[in-house]
């Protein structure tokens, strides 16, 4: 399995940019997937994440500015983000893993947690000038 991250680089504060991240060789139909970012000096947090089904959780600093989305068909992960602030500089990795579970909803501890993910990426740079 690779996950391969790009559309990462610079923008103004209150611009946008728009992250990609592209899966191959993945084995199961059922994923879930995030982003997660990685500020300078920071631990890794989570973003935004996605299952199959299309259920989202965000972080709370990021929503109403970030989106994220998946294309079923090409297992390709998005994250667009808008409004962006000075605080979102660093580096954005995608991560995936087989979903097993049946459950309805697709709760943030669970979602935004990298200790829930198998596959990483590489990782994109982000920086927001103000």
């Known amino acids: 399995v690779q996950l391969a991250e790009s559309g990462g680089g610079s923008a103004q504060s209150g611009g946008y940019l728009r992250l990609s991240c592209a899966v191959t060789?993945?084995?199961?139909?059922?994923?879930?997937m995030a982003w997660f970012g990685q500020a300078p000096g920071k631990e890794r947090e989570g973003v935004a994440g996605i299952d199959s089904d299309g259920r989202t959780a965000y972080a709370e600093s990021v929503k109403g500015r970030f989106t994220i989305s998946h294309d079923n068909a090409k297992i390709t992960l998005y994250l667009l983000m808008n409004s962006l602030e000075p605080e979102d500089t660093g580096m954005y990795y995608c991560?995936?893993?087989?979903?097993?579970?049946?459950?309805?909803?697709?709760?943030?501890?669970?979602?935004?947690?990298?200790?829930?993910?198998?596959?990483w990426g590489q990782g994109t740079q982000v920086t927001v000038s103000s």
């Open positions: 991560a995936a893993v087989n979903d097993a579970r049946s459950e309805s909803s697709l709760p943030p501890w669970l979602a935004l947690n990298q200790h829930t993910y198998s596959y």
């Open positions: 060789g993945y084995p199961d139909s059922r994923y879930l």
